[in-house]
């Protein structure tokens, strides 16, 4: 499966934007999808995570609240949500999906990613 992560952008803090992770290849349902992300000069971390089917959906503490991951296989497309938006939620943000059981927040886990989509959060 091939991903192309959109949606990012520059926004003030406590605003939001809605990422995108556009699927093609091989059928979407069959994945695990996850969101990461990497700021600057750090390692990259895991964000969050959903099922197959959408209906379990497990998120990084810092996000709970603010984040909404979900999809909708009959568009082979994944969101997040970002609603409150501090500057720390600046970084590069990837989708990745796990062809596994259970993919949880190991990147490792994950086989397929996409390329980054820039957040930048100002103050």
């Known amino acids: 499966v091939q991903l192309q992560a959109s949606g990012g952008g520059l926004v003030q803090a406590g605003g939001y934007l809605r990422l995108s992770c556009a699927a093609s290849?091989?059928?979407?349902?069959?994945?695990?999808l996850g969101w990461f992300r990497q700021a600057p000069g750090k390692e990259r971390e895991f964000v969050a995570t959903?099922?197959?089917?959408?209906?379990?959906?497990y998120y990084t503490d810092s996000v709970k609240g603010r984040f909404t991951i979900s999809r909708d296989n009959a568009k082979n497309t994944g969101y997040l949500q970002m609603n409150s938006l501090k500057p720390d939620d600046t970084a590069v943000y990837y989708c990745?999906?796990?062809?596994?059981?259970?993919?949880?927040?190991?990147?490792?886990?994950?086989?397929?990613w996409g390329q980054g989509t820039q957040v930048t959060v100002s103050s």
């Open positions: 990745a999906a796990s062809r596994g059981v259970l993919a949880g927040t190991g990147q490792d886990n994950y086989h397929y």
């Open positions: 290849g091989r059928t979407f349902s069959s994945y695990l």
């Open positions: 959903i099922s197959r089917s959408g209906g379990g959906t």
